[in-house]
């Protein structure tokens, strides 16, 4: 009984008469998600809001309405998708969106989320003959505003399948330009200027009746609908809902040879490399094949013909790196 009465005046002492612990308020985040064009309900659309790290989900019903319940007063980024439509941000424009502020006096319950449907792009690269291309490299690019300047991105890339076709889904509406970058099957690269010892006399092999000169081409990079000049690119200006046919047919051309001399002679082999700048954004890197003529000279052969950079590295004894570029 003494044990009883003394555990009871613990008691009062932690938690006094009349005080009791308040719980913080909860709040909720709900609405509606409609299709950004008809506004008819989305069902079954997947629902989900950040917190910190962390990632909560909800389906919407038949109505296209969610809700999450039990939240602490801060601000949640609220994302939804749904089949045939895209993922993105509520009121997401480019690379911004609304995050929902939940607190006392402010209004998160009756929210009418907007999603667009998703833009479908599909294509066939085929070569001069119509004949399909395989594993051609299709680059599909992007654009934002940024300080009144229209820029462009790589938004997404992939290589053809054995019919030579391609496929890019889940696309926000906006305008899209396209990249083909590809080899043709039959290539064979040849070398001009590269010497063959002959008895005492030195012959060009590319003169040697094993090359056929015909077959020393290459594709250069090519953009939709089929022309090799950056700036002739056609847009691909897309809605909501939209699902277009991209084709390209590429044109094999004569590879391009380039001789370097008077290189630096040392004991490290030198080092070439080569890309393209495309829409002054992504550094493209290319296929090619090089070969030393003599100590001081090389040549680099199957470049494509266009704005090409050059790099040329050889590492000096205390590991600094020369760096040499020409402009094509």
Not at 68 to 82: N, R
Not at 250 to 278: M, S, W
């Amino acid at each position: 009984m003494i044990v009883a009465l003394f555990c009871f005046g613990m008691l009062l002492t932690t938690l006094p008469a009349g005080v009791e612990e308040q719980a913080p308020p909860a709040y909720r985040i709900s609405g509606v998600v409609v299709d950004a064009v008809t506004g008819v309900p989305v069902a079954h659309a997947e629902v989900s809001i950040s917190e910190g790290t962390e990632g909560t989900k909800s389906t919407a019903g038949d109505d296209g309405r969610f809700v999450f319940q039990g939240l602490e007063a801060a601000k949640y980024p609220l994302f939804a998708t749904a089949q045939g439509y895209v993922r993105e941000g509520y009121n997401q424009h480019g690379a911004f969106q609304t995050a929902i502020a939940v607190g006392n006096g402010l209004d998160s319950e009756h929210l009418i989320f907007r999603l667009r449907r998703q833009v479908i792009i599909t294509g066939r690269v085929s070569d001069e003959h119509g004949e399909a291309v395989r594993q051609a490299q299709v680059m599909l690019f992007g654009t934002e505003s940024t300080s009144g300047r229209h820029a462009r991105f790589v938004q997404a890339q992939m290589q053809t399948d054995d019919l030579g076709e391609y496929r890019f889904g889940r696309l926000q509406p906006g305008k899209y330009y396209m990249a083909v970058v590809a080899r043709p099957w039959y290539a064979q690269t040849g070398f001009s200027y590269l010497p063959e010892q002959d008895g005492n006399s030195l012959r060009s092999r590319n003169r040697g009746p094993s090359r056929d000169p015909s077959l020393d081409v290459v594709y250069p990079i090519t953009f939709y609908p089929g022309v090799t000049e950056e700036q002739a690119a056609g847009e691909l200006n897309l809605t909501a809902g939209d699902k277009v046919e991209a084709n390209v047919q590429l044109q094999a051309v004569p590879a391009v040879h380039v001789r370097l001399t008077n290189l630096p002679v040392g004991e490290n082999a030198i080092q070439i490399g080569a890309n393209e700048k495309l829409f002054g954004t992504m550094e493209m890197g290319l296929g090619f094949a090089s070969a030393q003529i003599s100590p001081s000279e090389y040549e680099v052969a199957g470049l494509p013909p266009g704005d090409v950079k050059l790099i040329v590295n050889q590492s000096e004894p205390r590991g600094r790196a020369l760096e040499l570029s020409e402009q094509m």
